[in-house]
C-alpha cells in the first residue's frame, strides 16, 4: 500500500479523487463536449470511492454515521453558511426573503438549485453510504449486495430520477451501484497497485489507450445521440452503467499513473474543500479579472478548463489557511 508520508493514505485513490473534482468542477460550464462527458461520470466516481471505505469490518453502523456525519454534514453545514453569507457581501442589496431561500436550498440539498451547486451531493453522500453500509451489515455478502444496489439504481434511474427529493436521495438511490461497485473491490484494492506495477509497460500503454478510446465514444454517445433508437429502455439503461463503469475504469488507471506527483496528490486529500469553495472562487477569480479590466467568458472547453484551473489556484490558498488553523472545518482530525 503507498502511503503519503503525513498520514496512512492511499496516493492512487488521492489522485483519483484529484481528476474526479476537477471533473466536477469542469460539469458545471457550459464548455461543450468536455463538461457534458464530466457530468456523466464525475459523481459516480466519488460514490465508488466511497463504497471502497464503507465496505468491511473497521466500522460498526453507529461509528460509521458518525465518522461520515463529522466528515461530510459538518463541512457542508458550515459552507452553507459561509456561501450565504459570501454572497451576501458580493450583492449587499440582496434583501432577507432571498437569503432566507437560499437557506432553505441548503437545508433541502436538491441538486441543482441556486448557489446549492457541487455540495448538494455532499448530504447525497451522506444518506447514500450510510444506507450502502446497513446494507452491508445485513446482507454481508456482495453476492447479494451487489445484485440488491444495481435493481435499486435502475428503478429510480428509470422511474424516480425526477423530480430531485429532499436530500436528493432519489439521486443516491440512482448511485447505490457504484458504491457497491467500490465495496466489491474494497477486499482488493490493495492488489490492484501491484498488479498493476506487474504489467508491461506495452500492456499498461495498450489499456491506456484502450480507455481512451472508451472516453471518446462515451463523449459522442452522449453530445450526439449516438444510440441505437430500437434499444429497450433497460438496454439503455445497462448501456449507461457499462459506460460510466468504463469511465471509472480510466480514472483509476489515470490516477495510478498520477499518483507521484504531489500537487494531484494533495488537491484529491482536499476534494471537500474544493467543492465547498467552487462558489467563492469562482467569485473571488471573476473579481480579480474584472479589477485588471480581464474579461473572460469560459464558453469553450480549453476556456472552461482554464477557469477552473484559476479558480482552484484560488481554493488551494484559502484549504491551506483552513488545514493549517482550523482542519476540522472539513471535517478533518486537528
Same mark, same amino acid.
Given at each position: 500500500?503507498?502511503?503519503?508520508?503525513?498520514?496512512?493514505?492511499?496516493?492512487?485513490?488521492?489522485?483519483?479523487?484529484?481528476?474526479? &473534482?476537477?471533473?466536477?468542477?469542469?460539469?458545471?460550464?457550459?464548455?461543450?463536449?468536455?463538461?457534458?462527458?464530466?457530468?456523466?461520470?464525475?459523481?459516480?466516481?466519488?460514490?465508488? !470511492?466511497? %463504497?471502497?471505505?464503507?465496505?468491511?469490518?473497521?466500522?460498526?453502523?453507529?461509528?460509521?454515521?458518525?465518522?461520515?456525519?463529522?466528515?461530510?454534514?459538518?463541512?457542508?453545514? =458550515?459552507?452553507?453558511?459561509?456561501?450565504i453569507?459570501?454572497?451576501f457581501?458580493?450583492?449587499?442589496?440582496?434583501?432577507?426573503?432571498?437569503l432566507? %431561500?437560499?437557506?432553505v436550498?441548503?437545508i433541502?440539498?436538491?441538486?441543482?438549485?441556486?448557489m446549492?451547486?457541487?455540495?448538494?451531493?455532499?448530504?447525497?453522500?451522506?444518506?447514500?453510504?450510510?444506507v450502502?453500509?446497513?446494507?452491508?451489515?445485513?446482507?454481508?455478502?456482495?453476492?447479494?449486495?451487489?445484485?440488491l444496489?444495481?435493481?435499486?439504481?435502475?428503478?429510480?434511474?428509470?422511474?424516480?430520477e425526477?423530480?430531485?427529493?429532499?436530500?436528493?436521495?432519489?439521486?443516491?438511490f440512482?448511485?447505490?451501484?457504484?458504491?457497491?461497485?467500490?465495496g466489491? =473491490?474494497?477486499p482488493?484494492?490493495?492488489? &490492484?497497485?501491484?498488479?498493476?506495477?506487474?504489467?508491461?509497460?506495452s500492456?499498461?500503454?495498450?489499456?491506456?489507450?484502450?480507455?481512451?478510446?472508451?472516453?471518446v465514444?462515451?463523449?459522442?454517445?452522449y453530445?450526439?445521440?449516438?444510440?441505437?433508437?430500437?434499444?429497450a !429502455?433497460?438496454?439503455?439503461?445497462?448501456?449507461?452503467? !457499462?459506460?460510466?463503469?468504463?469511465? !471509472?475504469?480510466?480514472?483509476?488507471?489515470?490516477?495510478?499513473?498520477?499518483?507521484?506527483?504531489?500537487?494531484?496528490?494533495?488537491?484529491?486529500?482536499?476534494?471537500?474543500?474544493?467543492?465547498?469553495?467552487?462558489?467563492?472562487?469562482?467569485?473571488?477569480l471573476?473579481?480579480?479579472?474584472?479589477?485588471?479590466?480581464?474579461?473572460?467568458?469560459p464558453?469553450?472547453?480549453?476556456?472552461?478548463?482554464?477557469?477552473?484551473a %484559476?479558480?482552484?489556484? &484560488?481554493?488551494?490558498?484559502?484549504?491551506?489557511?483552513?488545514?493549517?488553523?482550523?482542519?476540522? &472545518?472539513? %471535517?478533518?482530525?486537528?
Amino acid at each position: 500500500m503507498t502511503k503519503t508520508k503525513a498520514k496512512n493514505r492511499i496516493e492512487w485513490i488521492d489522485a483519483m479523487r484529484a481528476v474526479a &473534482i476537477v471533473m466536477v468542477l469542469l460539469s458545471h460550464y457550459d464548455g461543450g463536449r468536455l463538461s457534458v462527458f464530466a457530468n456523466r461520470s464525475c459523481v459516480q466516481m466519488f460514490f465508488f !470511492i466511497s %463504497g471502497i471505505f464503507a465496505f468491511g469490518g473497521r466500522y460498526t453502523l453507529p461509528q460509521y454515521v458518525k465518522k461520515q456525519a463529522q466528515s461530510l454534514l459538518v463541512p457542508y453545514g =458550515i459552507f452553507a453558511a459561509v456561501n450565504i453569507a459570501f454572497y451576501f457581501v458580493f450583492n449587499p442589496s440582496t434583501d432577507a426573503k432571498e437569503l432566507l %431561500g437560499y437557506g432553505v436550498n441548503f437545508i433541502f440539498a436538491r441538486r441543482n438549485e441556486v448557489m446549492v451547486a457541487a455540495m448538494w451531493f455532499l448530504p447525497c453522500l451522506f444518506f447514500t453510504s450510510v444506507v450502502y453500509k446497513a446494507i452491508v451489515v445485513l446482507l454481508k455478502k456482495q453476492r447479494y449486495i451487489v445484485p440488491l444496489c444495481f435493481a435499486v439504481s435502475a428503478v429510480f434511474k428509470l422511474w424516480f430520477e425526477a423530480p430531485v427529493y429532499v436530500f436528493s436521495i432519489n439521486q443516491g438511490f440512482k448511485y447505490l451501484i457504484y458504491i457497491a461497485l467500490g465495496g466489491l =473491490i474494497a477486499p482488493y484494492f490493495k492488489r &490492484i497497485k501491484k498488479a498493476w506495477k506487474r504489467l508491461p509497460q506495452s500492456y499498461r500503454n495498450v489499456g491506456m489507450v484502450l480507455f481512451a478510446a472508451d472516453c471518446v465514444y462515451i463523449m459522442r454517445l452522449y453530445t450526439k445521440g449516438y444510440v441505437f433508437w430500437p434499444l429497450a !429502455i433497460w438496454a439503455l439503461s445497462l448501456v449507461y452503467f !457499462i459506460n460510466v463503469v468504463m469511465c !471509472i475504469v480510466f480514472v483509476l488507471v489515470l490516477a495510478m499513473l498520477l499518483e507521484k506527483i504531489r500537487p494531484v496528490v494533495w488537491i484529491g486529500q482536499n476534494t471537500l474543500g474544493f467543492c465547498c469553495l467552487e462558489n467563492i472562487n469562482r467569485a473571488l477569480l471573476n473579481t480579480a479579472m474584472s479589477v485588471v479590466g480581464f474579461g473572460f467568458v469560459p464558453d469553450s472547453e480549453i476556456k472552461a478548463f482554464a477557469h477552473v484551473a %484559476g479558480a482552484m489556484c &484560488i481554493g488551494c490558498v484559502i484549504i491551506w489557511i483552513i488545514n493549517r488553523f482550523c482542519p476540522q &472545518i472539513l %471535517g478533518k482530525r486537528k
